[in-house]
């Protein structure tokens, strides 16, 4: 069995770039949550994806969107990079989204920097 | 909305002792879930444990147990027989039942001393 995947592990923006985190959900999850984890902070739920729909979204502005595909592997986009973005950007998958009290299983996260 | 307190934010233990990690919520909702996360320097946040708010049996994983007090909304995470490999930040985690997001706490950081 395949776990949580994410890629790169390590990326380094200017402020006001783009950028696109990417993320493999482990075998038989069809949901896909990301979270940004500033340094020394628990994790910010951002937005999950499911059937390749936002389902749930967290208290962060547009410029952060994603994508989710027919495989249940997701993207994460960040537009206009600003100082605060920068932190660790974590992926997690899940059996199914809306099933009760369901774990998510994470992935090794992407540490953003951005300057 | 729900908030998760870690009132620790570092702890330690000798090796082969016991701690304990607390944490405490804040909600208005009956149906939820509580999970302990443990984040290693690598960063893979890993599940160490999870507890049904509706049972009223404290969750185990081997060395790892919970004394959910669900009046009190607490869920604090016993560490038996620590081991050098326990050593990492821990989040206690809240998730409203049907909701699609988890609620962190700040983490507690433990280290075992050897």
């Known amino acids: 069995e395949t776990g949580v995947t994410q890629s790169p592990t390590h990326l380094i923006k200017t402020r006001g770039q783009q950028v696109t985190l990417r993320c493999s959900s482990q075998s038989g999850h069809n949901t896909v949550s990301w979270y940004q984890q500033a340094l020394g902070q628990g994790p910010q739920f951002i937005f999950q994806?499911?059937?390749?729909?936002?389902?749930g979204r967290g208290n962060f502005p547009p410029r952060f969107s994603g994508l989710q595909f027919p495989n249940y592997s997701s993207e994460l986009n960040v537009n206009a990079l600003e100082l605060d973005d920068s932190a660790l950007y974590l992926c997690?998958?899940?059996?199914?989204?809306?099933?009760?009290?369901?774990?998510?299983?994470f992935g090794p996260g992407t540490r953003l920097l951005v300057l | 909305a729900q908030t998760v307190t870690q009132s620790q934010p570092e702890m330690s233990v000798q090796e082969a002792e016991t701690v304990t990690l607390s944490c405490t919520y804040d909600t208005s909702e009956s149906d939820y879930y509580l999970f302990w996360y443990k984040q290693p320097p690598s960063r893979q946040m890993i599940l160490v444990i999870r507890q049904e708010a509706y049972k009223q049996q404290n969750a185990t994983e081997n060395r790892f147990s919970v004394n959910f007090q669900k009046a009190a909304k607490s869920f604090s995470l016993k560490i038996s027989d620590s081991q050098l490999g326990d050593a990492a930040m821990y989040f206690c985690a809240y998730n409203q039942g049907g909701s699609e997001k988890l609620v962190f706490g700040k983490g507690t950081k433990l280290t075992v001393n050897p």
């Open positions: 997690a998958s899940s059996r199914y989204s809306g099933a009760k009290g369901e774990t998510q299983y």
């Open positions: 994806y499911y059937r390749e729909e936002e389902n």
